[in-house]
């Protein structure tokens, strides 16, 4: 039930196999791209609604999980263009809005883009040789993609203050102690193997409770307290309307160890 998803050319994360795609289809390296950004989104989209699909793994190479956008093609970028295309929201949007869980394993560099889209996982997974950064700094601009403010929350101000001025990289295993990544494995092998594990789990228990699950976490990134705590309550109570709240209690009770969820 879960879908190992690999986008390797995702839209305008796509640095470190561009070179290798002009290598290996010099004539047909720009199609290839713009073929594969424009998926990118719809993959995502469809994923989230095929039912036979629980969770979506992303990941990259053991190289890099994404060294950021494409710094050679925002180059001649304008501001009007930039802002008449509200560039990076559809990309973003189409991330953040998955109402299934989204988890990332990465390895090697995270960076710019790169970071960002690991941040707006569910759960992050990463290696020791994973490598988190915003280097934004170091081509004269900043994070755009929402890094300045998820990594912020995810580790407080005084480290993403380091990260993004001083373009500090985060290993591994600092961003699990930090709680940037939930887990730190040892190999990029594991890490994958690790957030499939993850995927595999989640794809077992009731989809209407881990989507509700979901929705009420990424509350608290975005509310106060007080608030929080009632919308959780109240989405509690709307899921005694579910059929999979009576199946699981039911099954406790009777002992049943294997539920069939229904929704
Ligand atoms: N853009 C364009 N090309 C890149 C990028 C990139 N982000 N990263 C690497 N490359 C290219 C290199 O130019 C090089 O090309 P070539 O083989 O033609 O010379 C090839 O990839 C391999 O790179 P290196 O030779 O540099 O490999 P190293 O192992 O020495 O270093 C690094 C790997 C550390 C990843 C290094 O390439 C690097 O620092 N890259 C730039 C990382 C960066 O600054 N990323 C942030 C970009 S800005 C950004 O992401 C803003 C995002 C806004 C949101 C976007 C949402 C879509």
């Known amino acids: 039930l879960t879908e190992d998803l690999r986008i390797e050319a995702n839209r305008a994360m796509i640095s470190m196999v561009k070179g290798n795609i002009e290598k290996t289809h010099p004539e047909q390296h720009q199609q290839i791209l713009n073929a594969a950004r424009a998926r990118s989104s719809s993959t995502l989209k469809a994923f989230d609604a095929d039912p036979a699909i629980a969770a979506i793994v992303l990941t990259g190479s053991d190289k890099a999980f994404a060294a950021g956008a494409d710094i050679a093609e925002m180059q001649p970028l304008t501001f009007g263009a930039a802002y008449a295309s509200d560039f990076i929201l559809d990309w973003s949007a189409a991330t953040t809005t998955l109402r299934k869980p989204l988890l990332a394993a990465v390895n090697g560099y995270a960076l710019g883009g790169g970071c960002e889209l690991a941040m707006?996982?569910?759960?992050?997974y990463a290696s020791r040789g994973a490598r988190f950064g915003q280097p934004e700094v170091?081509?004269?601009?900043?994070?755009?993609?929402?890094?300045?403010?998820?990594?912020?929350?995810?580790?407080?101000?005084?480290?993403?203050?380091?990260?993004?001025?001083?373009?500090?990289?985060?290993?591994?295993?600092?961003?699990?102690?930090?709680?940037?990544?939930?887990?730190?494995?040892?190999?990029?092998?594991?890490?994958?193997?690790?957030?499939?594990?993850?995927a595999e789990r989640i794809a077992g228990f009731s989809q209407v409770a881990i989507k509700a699950a979901k929705e009420v976490v990424n509350k608290s990134q975005e509310t106060g307290l007080r608030e929080g705590v009632e919308f959780e309550r109240r989405v509690f109570h709307g899921l005694f309307g579910s059929r999979d709240q009576k199946i699981g209690m039911k099954a406790f009770v009777e002992k049943d160890k294997n539920p069939k969820w229904e929704n």
Do not use: H, Y
């Open 138 to 198: 170091t081509l004269g601009t900043i994070p755009g993609a929402g890094g300045s403010q998820r990594l912020a929350r995810a580790i407080g101000k005084a480290r993403a203050m380091e990260v993004v001025l001083t373009n500090r990289m985060v290993s591994g295993e600092e961003a699990a102690q930090w709680g940037l990544a939930a887990r730190c494995f040892e190999t990029a092998e594991e890490c994958v193997e690790g957030a499939l594990a993850a």
């Open 120 to 124: 707006m996982a569910d759960i992050l």
